[in-house]
């Protein structure tokens, strides 16, 4: 299995980002897919889902902010940020359920 993210970088208060999580060697299509976060310090929290079906949730924090979807013919999944804020900043890990995750792509939120 193998789990990669990208499209993080360094962007202004404000601005948007789009990540992408690509997977192989999982069945991807009959997986829950989820992206987490962890901020230097803190410990890793939840981000948002989407489910086979692709229902999705939220935390709060990023509720009206962030889009999850997902790619079935590319075994993609994304995650779309925009009106982003300092307290953003963190590696966004995705997370193919049940336990195959990514190494991380950093986001930083800064002027």
């Known amino acids: 299995v193998q789990v990669v993210e990208s499209g993080g970088g360094l962007v202004q208060p404000g601005g948007s980002l789009r990540l992408s999580c690509t997977a192989s060697?999982?069945?991807?299509?009959?997986?829950?897919l989820q992206w987490f976060r962890q901020s230097p310090g803190k410990v890793r929290e939840w981000v948002a889902t989407?489910?086979?079906?692709?229902?999705?949730n939220y935390a709060d924090p990023v509720k009206g902010r962030f889009t999850i979807s997902r790619d079935n013919a590319r075994n993609t999944v994304y995650l779309e940020m925009y009106n982003l804020k300092p307290e953003d900043t963190a590696v966004y890990y995705c997370?193919?359920?049940?336990?195959?995750w990514g190494q991380g792509t950093q986001v930083t939120v800064s002027s």
């Open positions: 997370k193919i359920v049940p336990g195959a």
């Open positions: 060697g999982i069945a991807f299509e009959t997986s829950t």
């Open positions: 989407i489910s086979t079906n692709s229902i999705a």
